[in-house]
């Protein structure tokens, strides 16, 4: 609850761009690395935010620390 | 293994899940889908997101893509990457001829369009058809753009569950006449005369029966776009590349 809470409170801004990653299991090393090489390369354009939909089952994404923009962390519906 | 059991099994899997997660995206106003292997540039959607928000009229937009692959214990550019070209005729039936039949996708959509399309795709069950679908609804729904600035690096190889099914299995799937038959109602109706030149039909026909042949010639002009298109983009090229090697 807490965290939806916190989520809720980070969606109160004014970016109008999100932009979806699907993380496929097996595949977190790859999103992982898509988000420092925009922590890393592209931290100034912050005008979007990210929902990344980790595959039931598979390894949560390390969310990187980043004040410019929000990344939203969720699972799957799908059953293993 | 029951239908209910199974994994995250293709394209159309993933469209189902992105609108059960329609709550986290209400607040916005635009709304892209990438893969995990695939980049699309910040600047470039600010971009795309300023044209939309000038262009009224228009559904979708993005710009040029580029390919690239580890080669030689580094990552190097491979070929160019289409993307859907501007499609800007008021007439759907003139966008349908226009349309070069690239992934619509990762295109920055207009959020209401882009779950507008999501929501037709889960009626069907093939998954090459859910993206062949998608790429037809964005074109019928509207105009799309494409900007001239490096848009989506995409990275080759890719992985299994998104590669093009063999067309021997994608034939022998139950549901492929049944989804055929609903892309055709939802898109087509209107279009029945250049039904088989331009749409569905078209791209199934292409994609069975691809007996282009290849001449020396052909093999020139497509070596000759690959390096043109880096010499006009090798600056953005470079910089992203250079910037993937060392993460």
């Known amino acids: 609850m807490q965290k939806l809470l916190k989520e809720l409170i980070m969606r109160n801004d004014k970016k109008e761009i999100i932009k979806v990653i699907f993380n496929l299991k097996g595949r977190t090393k790859y999103t992982e690395k898509y988000l420092n090489m925009i922590k890393k390369n592209y931290s100034n354009d912050n005008f979007f935010d990210i929902l990344i939909i980790n595959e039931i089952g598979n390894k949560l994404v390390k969310k990187i620390s980043n004040k410019n923009f929000n990344i939203f962390n969720v699972t799957s519906k799908k059953k293993n | ?247």
């Open chain 2, 1 to 247: 293994m029951s239908l209910q059991k199974k994994k995250i099994n293709g394209m159309n899997d993933i469209f189902r899940e992105i609108i059960q997660k329609y709550f986290f995206l209400n607040k916005y106003k635009y709304c892209c889908f990438v893969e995990d292997d695939n980049f699309i540039f910040p600047q470039s959607l600010a971009k795309s997101k300023k044209f939309l928000e000038e262009n009224n009229d228009y559904i979708a937009c993005s710009g040029r893509g580029f390919i690239f692959s580890y080669m030689e214990k580094k990552y190097s550019y491979l070929n160019f990457y289409t993307l859907p070209n501007t499609v800007d005729d008021i007439n759907a039936n003139i966008r349908f001829q226009k349309y070069n039949k690239a992934l619509c996708y990762y295109s920055l959509f207009r959020k209401k369009y882009f779950f507008k399309i999501l929501k037709k795709i889960t009626k069907i069950t093939d998954d090459n058809m859910s993206e062949v679908f998608f790429n037809f609804l964005a074109v019928k729904f509207g105009k799309i753009k494409e900007l001239n600035c490096i848009y989506l690096a995409r990275k080759y190889p890719r992985p299994k569950i998104y590669n093009i099914p063999d067309k021997n299995d994608w034939i022998k799937n139950n549901s492929l006449l049944k989804d055929i038959n609903t892309v055709i109602r939802n898109i087509d109706n209107n279009y029945l005369i250049n039904l088989s030149n331009n749409s569905v039909f078209k791209y199934l026909s292409l994609r069975f029966f691809n007996n282009k042949k290849i001449t020396i010639f052909s093999k020139l002009v497509f070596y000759f776009k690959k390096y043109l298109f880096y010499l006009s983009n090798r600056y953005a090229i470079n910089n992203f590349i250079n910037n993937w090697n060392h993460l």
